[in-house]
């Protein structure tokens, strides 16, 4: 992983038993085992749309975890990584309060709604963070509309 300041491409190995399916009863599993291969259905997102969103959580949390830096250049750096929605909610986020934390494996697709919205587990060093991501609008890139961290952990 580059560890370089505003760094932000991901360099974690993602596998294809991680993406997600159309089926109900598989779409959400607490640990994140077992997802089917098969990713075909009408409301899914396509492998390559699955592994963009994973590496965008991915840089995203990199980028959010970048605490050594001054609030001004944190937020320009996390800034188009978020949803217009979550630009307006971390504006007033102080790095200096988030824990100091890493990303420590690879990400798997927790649950999707359609094909513009997805669920990212990412583990970290804190636990796995959940990250909601929208496509806000048809043909860009995925964006980060919330992190979920584990209870406790900002």
Avoid at 147 to 154: I, Q
Wanted: no cysteine.
């Amino acid at each position: 992983m580059d560890d370089s300041p505003g760094a932000t491409e991901s360099t974690h190995q993602l596998s294809a038993t991680t993406l997600a399916t159309d089926d109900p009863d598989t779409e959400y599993l607490g640990d994140y085992e077992g997802i089917p291969e098969d990713t075909s259905g009408p409301n899914t997102p396509s492998a390559q749309r699955q592994q963009e969103a994973m590496e965008r959580a991915t840089d995203a949390l990199d980028v959010y975890y970048a605490v050594d830096k001054d609030h001004d250049e944190w937020f320009e750096d996390l800034r188009p990584l978020l949803s217009r929605e979550a630009q307006t909610a971390y504006e007033t986020v102080d790095p200096a309060s988030i824990p100091a934390n890493d990303v420590t494996g690879d990400p798997s697709v927790v649950r999707h709604a359609g094909g513009g919205a997805i669920t990212i587990a990412v583990p970290t060093s804190a636990g796995d963070v959940q990250v909601d991501l929208i496509v806000q609008e048809a043909g860009h890139d995925w964006t980060v509309k919330r992190f979920r961290f584990p209870s406790g952990d900002n």
